[in-house]
């Protein structure tokens, strides 16, 4: 009963390709994420979504595009894939965050590990 | 600038230990802080939050995080390490304004290291 799921696992490309990461959750949530963990580790935002709407874009290239079919799925594209996108890529949900902010916790996917060659 | 920091890159524990791993943050108004484990070439874990109340706060696996204003520090702590505990431990905060979208803001992680 995987409660946010991410594929693939792993993603071997070359430079230049375009490649999709896709995430689900079914824990019932409406908001969801995606991070990116770069080599040493850290760990920063690049999108979120509410009910399918964009709510938060972490001055991403526009190469990444992330798109919401529904609040279960979010899907990572990326284009013209770069070495410096190799990473680990984190899907992530919560409920939603209130207007005067709140604590939801947000669980996250295992990750997706990207490598471009 | 809202930021997270965790002054340790690394912490060595024996096994039976207490152990800390420390964190600070600055942040606009008031925070939202978390703690996340991640065991090697896995996702992240959610271990305990610090909302409003009580400034102790007990989680997951017997670790708690101790939350203070004045220092604006969220300190995790366990009693007594396993050695099962070694993984890279990270905290979080979500700034409480409004507009933020819910994003968590990560320290850069502690490596903890618990020898048996």
């Known amino acids: 009963d995987t409660a946010v799921s991410q594929t693939p696992k792993y993603l071997v490309t070359q430079m230049g390709n375009d490649k999709s990461i896709k995430c689900e959750q079914n824990?019932?949530?409406?908001?969801m994420y995606w991070y990116k963990q770069d080599s040493k580790k850290f760990l920063k935002i690049m999108f979120s979504y509410n009910n399918k709407e964009l709510i938060i874009n972490e001055t991403v290239p526009n190469r990444f595009s992330p798109k919401s079919p529904d609040k279960a799925h979010l899907n990572l594209h990326i284009n013209s894939l770069e070495l410096g996108d190799s990473a680990v890529y984190f899907c992530?949900?919560?409920?939603?965050?209130?207007?005067?902010?709140?604590?939801?916790?947000?669980?996250f996917g295992p990750g997706t590990r990207l490598l471009v060659l | 600038a809202q930021s997270v920091a965790q002054p340790e890159d690394q912490v060595n524990v024996a096994e039976g230990n207490p152990l800390t791993v420390k964190c600070t943050y600055s942040v606009s108004g008031n925070p939202y802080l978390f703690w996340y484990v991640q065991y090697p070439n896995r996702g992240l874990q959610f271990l305990l939050k610090?909302?409003?109340?009580?400034?102790l706060v007990k989680g997951s696996y017997g670790f708690e995080a101790e939350f203070n204003k004045s220092q604006t520090s969220f300190h995790l702590k366990k009693p007594s390490a396993l050695v099962s505990d070694s993984a890279l431990y990270f905290c979080?905060?979500?700034?409480?304004?409004?507009?933020?979208?819910?994003?968590?803001?990560f320290g850069q992680g502690t490596e903890l290291s618990v020898k048996p």
């Open positions: 992530a949900s919560s409920l939603k965050h209130d207007s005067r902010g709140s604590g939801k916790t947000q669980y």
């Open positions: 610090y909302i409003t109340g009580d400034n």
């Open positions: 824990l019932g949530h409406d908001t």
């Open positions: 979080a905060v979500r700034p409480s304004i409004y507009n933020q979208g819910g994003k968590l803001i």
